[in-house]
């Protein structure tokens, strides 16, 4: 079993990456290097929150017959694994508020690229997978 992600390893990440881009930055004046730099100073303070949100969207897969439940298993699981369940964009706009939001900060952790989304939860893999296979045998999968 591989070991879960602690906020502070993430943390800690965040603030590495940050100091690193800032440094190109300094020394090339590079844009994106300055932007990843503002991200990672910002708006990547609230990662601790944006593990919550898988928390929370996993919470809506208990029901895979509402809109919601199946978007949140489709958008986490092709996260999990693209290659193995695809997730139209677009269905996002299924989710509430709240959820769309939690959804949009997986995708900032995502772009993080410090560990997989099921490390950040206690059994992840096992979920994930679990989670794959209630969409197959339900036959929202194609």
Known sequence: MQ?????KELKAHID???SFQKQIFDQTGAKSAEE???FCS???NNAPDWV??????LKLTKDLDTSGGRTAAKFLCNIYN???VSFNLG????????NWLDAINILKLNKINFSEIHNYIENGSDIFENLIERLRNEGYLE
């Open 52 to 57: 919550e949100g898988i928390k929370r969207l």
């Open 3 to 7: 070991p879960r992600t602690t906020i």
């Open 82 to 84: 693209g290659h193995r």
């Open 36 to 38: 990843w730099h503002v």
């Open 16 to 18: 590495k990456q940050g």
């Open 91 to 98: 269905e996002l706009n299924n989710l509430s508020m709240p």
């Open 42 to 44: 910002s708006d990547a």
